[in-house]
C-alpha cells in the first residue's frame, strides 16, 4: 500500500507558476512509475505527465508540453510538477498516481494503468 499526498496548490494568475509536490509513504518509492492528472469540474480526470520509475523516461499531455516539467526524488520518495506560463484553462484539482513496475523506463499515460492516488489539491489561475 503507498499512500499519496499532494501540496503546493493555489491561486496564481496567468503567466505564473506553481510547484506540486507529492510526498508518498508506506513502501519503498523506487518500484512505481508516477503521473500527475487533472480534473476540472464538469469533466473527467485526465492526464498531465507520467515519470518513469528511474526518472529517465517522461510523457506529457500536448496541452502542457513546454510548461510543466515532471521531476521525482526516490531518496525522498517525493514527486514534484512544476508549471509555468499557466493559463486559466490549467484550472483544476490535481492528482498524483502511482503504479508498481517492474520495468525502470516505462511511463504510464492512462488513470486505468494507476493503481494508488492521492487526494488532490486544487490549482486555480485567474485571468
Known amino acids: 500500500q503507498v499512500q499519496l499526498v499532494e501540496s503546493g496548490g493555489g491561486l496564481v494568475q496567468a503567466g505564473g507558476s506553481l510547484r506540486l509536490s507529492c510526498a508518498a509513504s508506506g513502501r519503498t518509492f523506487g518500484p512505481y512509475a508516477m503521473g500527475w492528472f487533472r480534473q476540472a469540474p464538469g469533466k473527467e480526470r485526465e492526464f498531465v505527465a507520467g515519470?518513469?520509475?528511474?526518472?529517465?523516461?517522461?510523457s506529457y499531455a500536448d496541452s502542457v508540453k513546454g510548461r510543466f516539467t515532471a521531476s521525482r526524488d526516490n531518496a525522498k520518495n517525493t514527486l514534484s510538477l512544476q508549471m509555468n506560463s499557466l493559463k486559466p484553462e490549467d484550472t483544476a484539482v490535481y492528482y498524483c498516481a502511482a503504479s508498481r513496475v517492474p520495468m525502470p523506463s516505462v511511463v504510464f499515460t492512462t488513470t486505468q494503468a494507476y493503481v494508488y492516488w492521492g487526494q488532490g489539491t486544487q490549482v486555480s489561475v485567474s485571468s
Open positions: 515519470i518513469s520509475r528511474n526518472g529517465g523516461s517522461t
